[in-house]
Structures are given as C-alpha cells and as structure tokens.
C-alpha cells in the first residue's frame, strides 16, 4: 500500500502540489491527469523520495519516504520524467549497473534483465550508447530500469510519452500484466490511455487534488454522459431536427455539426433521452445514417474540471 | 560499501567511454613533462631529481582537475540522471564516495603514466627513489585535495562552467594559503592565531613538505582532514538540495 497524507510542497514563488492525499493498494493501477505544470511529477517525485515535501508525509508499504527512504525505494520501481538516464553508457551496461545496485544476482539477474529486454524489445540496441537512441528506445530503457527488480511498487512519470502507436500498445499491456499484483501509479496527458490501463483516475489542477474516481465514473460526470448522437442523410431536415429535439422536455441542449449532418442531443440530469429521441425520429420522418448513445466523454470532463 | 563500488566502477568506465579520459591524460602527460623540461629546466639542471617536474603539479592540477570535477555533480543534475542516482535504493555518501573515488583512481592512472620520466631519471643518475616515492604519493594527495573541493563545487551547481570557476578559485585560495596573495586579505584585522589558522590551511606549503621527502603524520592528516571536510560538505550539498 502507497499512502500520502497532506503532501505540500511549496516553492518561493510557486506552491506546486498542495494537500494532496491518497491511498493506493495492490492490484490498482492509478492513472495522475492534469494540465502541464499541475503539480503531476511534484507528486510522483515526493513519493520516490526525489523531492523532500514541505509538509505531510508520504510512505510505501508502510516505509516513510523520508526517514526510512532505502526501504522505501527498495519497494519501488521509478521512471523520472523524461526517462533520464547515463547517456554514454550501453543499454547492457547501464542495466547491469541498475541490475548490481538492485541486489540481483547470477541466474535470478539474467533471468530478470532477458525478461525486461526482451518485453521491451531492447535485444537490436543493447550495445549501443543509450544518447545516440531514438526517444522511443530511451523511454523503453527507462522503463526496463524501473521493472528490472520485479517491485511491488511502480511509479511510472509519462510512461509512453514518445512512442509510437504499436509501442503505446506494448507497454500498455505490459502495465497490465504487471498491475495484478503490483501497485502502480502513472501520469499522463493521454485521457485514451486512463481508459485503456487505470482502474482509478486523480485529476490534479493547480496543485490540488479535483476528482478521484475510477475512468467509468468520471466519464459519467462528462454533460455528453447519456447524450444521443445522431447523423442525418439528408442535410436539409437539420434545422427542422434541431427543433424538434430542442421541443423536448429531458432534451437540455442541441450541439450540431453542419458538415457532418450530425446532432447531438445533451440529456438534462439523469435523464435518458434514447427512447424519446427514436420515438421523434420515427415520428418526424429523419432519415437516420447512425444513432448513437454516448457513454461520456473523458477529455471535456477534464476540460470542465481543471479549467 | 558494495554500492560505492558499483558507482566507482560505473564512473570510471564512462570516463573511458568518452574522449575525455584519453584527452585529459594526454594534456596531462605533455604538460607535466613539457613544464619539467622547458620551464623547469630538467636538464639545466644536471641532477638526478624529479624536483621540476613535481614542482609544476600543483599549477597544472589547478586548471585540469576542476576541469575533470567539474562535470561530477553539474552534469547528473543537468541531465536530470541525478533523479535516477538518487531514487535508487543507495545513500547519499555513498554515491559521493563511489564518484569522488573513481575520478581519484583516474587522476591516480594518470599520474602513473608519468612513469617514463622516472626511468628516465634513472638511467641518467642515481636519485633518491624515496624522495621521489613521496613526491608521487604528495602529488596523489594534492589531487585528492583539489578533486574534493572540485566535487563540492559541482554539488553547488547545475553549470558545468560555473562549477569549474568555483573550482579553480576555490583550489587556488587554498593552495596558496599561507602565501601573501591570500593573508594579506587577513592581515591588519584578522586576530594573529586566524592568520597563523589560514596560513597552515595553506595545500601548496604541505604538498612542498611532502615533496622534500618527509613524510609527517600531520601532512598526511592535514589531506585526510581537508578531504573529508569536502566530501562531507558534497554529501549535505546534494541531500539538501536534490532536486533544485
């Protein structure tokens, strides 16, 4: 278990994270939104003991950061931002040094560095000075770094940032393999990948914590939760549907799209619009290409709660 | 102290995987000897010592080793790999040791490439190898001194360039300490016993001590002192100040 209890930390003239607390247990994967600069690697870098808090305390498996950080970072697996690393070393060379500080040894160290080159498809730039690499294979050595010790803990500060789709997709199963047993926490500024991989999300703006739910319950806070999306195949009846949806009573608004033909319809709270707006559409003679049901959408629940 | 090791070990191979460490020994090697022999006048000379040449050591070392500390401490920190040193389960002392040692073990290569003129010194005369085995081991001591405050400075710093200036300041108002240059700064306000205090600070009166062939116990303390003052002053730079 991960804990964090009243963490500040305050610069001169900034205060970057301020009274953030939360606890995180085995099996949760839990995915850190926020605009840049919200406080998102403050936090990660407090919890890996990097950044020493102005207050409140943060603790890993019951090892406070601070007073007992060695216990503290034996437990965790950390990707920095930006996945630093020593560029002048080989890839081999550097995860022998991470492998030997880690305490791995003879066939549980080969084991455990065959394993991590192999998921992260390291094998083709193993001899090669981690600076001459492309930022994909820089951010996959960061990361092998992070996992080589099988932690039970991993923080992982924008682990995809820089890959490409395929390598997205990678890592993001990777996480998921991982995350049974594991504590893992990651930030990032995709929304797609808190739905793909997070079991809970925390938005952070301005330092502060704005929303802690899992992805399901936060889109559900989104205005197009429940909206009804519908595309028309003859674009003169729009203006006369736009009405018409509008004329309904659980209808709160009417967003269109001309070039598209589409419509969406915005349901007043708890209201489900599904039913009556098929009802209308019959009714009115619209001849439909699509009708959808939207389940929320995580991006203007983000918009709306860190602007 | 197994974690001291593995940095050393890790420090020491990544100067040998940069031209650094080829660039540094070779600067090294021609102006230890260019010195010995044109300004120092080896030859001229006509004895069997090394005087001239370890009499330049302290000249050449105020410029080459800030210039090899510089990057101790500025450079993890500009390239933000000090985040990584120092979230992994290894503490701050160590990590200061493990780099401080591998660039002493590296100055230590460097000076034992310098063995030709000691043969050479040989083969022309019979000197006196004792003198000569402690000027070697006081040449050791000097950079071992100057790598300390080196390291303290890079600790302060995220700017290599700055952190050489430091550097070489600092090295040199230590290393002349008991000459004029620096008491006088001292002298007319300062009580007598924190002159005669500054002035027995002073590296290049205890390197020259060395260098005559007397080994003291209070020159050897004297380095092993100033050293740890320096290695312990990095330890709370870096602790302290982490992340900045």
């Given amino acids: 278990m991960i804990k964090t209890e009243h963490l500040c930390k305050h610069y001169p003239a900034v205060t970057a994270?301020?009274?953030?607390?939360?606890?995180?247990s085995p099996g949760e994967v839990l995915g850190f939104l926020g605009p840049n600069g919200a406080g998102k690697t403050t936090t990660m870098r407090m919890l890996a003991g990097f950044v020493t808090p102005t207050s409140g305390r943060a603790s890993i498996y019951g090892h406070d950061v601070e007073t007992d950080p060695l216990a503290a970072r034996q437990c965790l697996?950390?990707?920095?931002?930006?996945?630093?690393?020593?560029?002048?070393?080989?890839?081999q060379g550097f995860l022998d040094f991470i492998a030997d500080v880690r305490r791995l040894e003879g066939p549980r160290k080969r084991e455990r560095l065959n394993y991590v080159i192999e998921r992260l498809q390291l094998a083709s730039v193993l001899e090669q000075p981690i600076e001459t690499l492309s930022k994909g294979f820089k951010r996959r050595v960061g990361l092998a770094q992070a996992i080589v010790h099988d932690p039970p803990v991993l923080v992982l500060d924008e682990p995809t940032d820089g890959l490409d789709p395929n390598q997205k997709h990678e890592v993001r199963t990777l996480i998921e393999e991982m995350a049974h047993e594991k504590i893992t926490v990651i930030s990032t500024h995709i929304l797609e990948e808190v739905d793909a991989v997070c079991t809970r999300a925390i938005i952070i703006a301005r330092g502060r914590i704005v929303a802690d739910d899992t992805p399901l319950q936060l889109t559900t806070r989104s205005r197009y939760h429940n909206a009804v999306s519908l595309q028309l195949s003859?674009?003169?009846?729009?203006?006369?549907?736009?009405?018409?949806?509008?004329?309904?009573?659980?209808?709160?608004?009417?967003?269109?799209?001309?070039?598209?033909?589409?419509?969406?319809?915005?349901?007043?709270?708890?209201?489900?619009?599904?039913?009556?707006?098929?009802?209308?559409?019959?009714?009115?003679?619209?001849?439909?290409?699509?009708?959808?049901?939207?389940?929320?959408?995580?991006?203007?629940v983000f918009r709306t709660i860190t602007a | 102290m197994r974690n001291v090791a593995l940095i050393l070990r890790r420090e020491l191979a990544s100067y040998f995987a940069t031209p650094l460490a080829y660039v540094f020994i070779l600067i090294f090697l021609v102006l230890a000897n260019a010195f010995a022999f044109y300004v120092g006048g080896f030859f001229q000379l006509g004895q069997a010592d090394l005087r001239p040449f370890f009499m330049f050591h302290p000249w050449l070392y105020l410029f080459l080793i800030p210039a090899l500390t510089m990057k101790l401490w500025a450079e993890e920190r500009k390239s933000g790999s000090i985040e990584l040193l120092m979230t992994l389960p290894v503490k701050v002392w160590e990590a200061v040791l493990g780099k401080y040692l591998a660039a002493w073990i590296f100055t230590g290569i460097a000076l034992a490439l310098t063995f030709p003129i000691w043969l050479t010194v040989n083969y022309l005369g019979s000197p006196d190898n004792g003198v000569i085995i402690a000027s070697y081991l006081g040449s050791l001591l000097l950079a071992g001194g100057f790598l300390a405050i080196g390291s303290c400075m890079s600790a302060l710093t995220r700017n290599q360039v700055v952190a050489f200036i430091l550097g070489v300041a600092a090295c040199f108002v230590l290393l002349l300490a008991g000459y004029p240059l620096v008491l006088d700064v001292f002298r007319g306000w300062a009580p007598q016993m924190l002159i005669e205090a500054v002035a027995s600070l002073s590296l290049l009166t205890h390197f020259q001590s060395i260098t005559r062939g007397v080994l003291e116990a209070r020159d050897i303390l004297y380095f092993a002192m100033l050293i740890g003052f320096f290695l312990f002053t990095t330890t709370v730079a870096i602790d302290l100040r982490k992340a900045d």
């Fill in chain 1, 77 to 91: 697996g950390y990707l920095p931002e930006g996945a630093p690393s020593y560029g002048e070393m080989r890839v």
């Fill in chain 1, 234 to 300: 003859r674009a003169e009846q729009l203006e006369a549907a736009r009405e018409a949806l509008a004329a309904l009573p659980a209808v709160a608004d009417v967003e269109v799209r001309e070039r598209e033909a589409r419509l969406t319809a915005l349901p007043r709270a708890g209201a489900m619009i599904l039913q009556d707006i098929s009802a209308l559409a019959a009714s009115q003679g619209l001849q439909l290409k699509e009708l959808r049901l939207e389940s929320g959408r995580l991006d203007d």
């Fill in chain 1, 17 to 24: 994270v301020e009274d953030v607390t939360f606890e995180v």
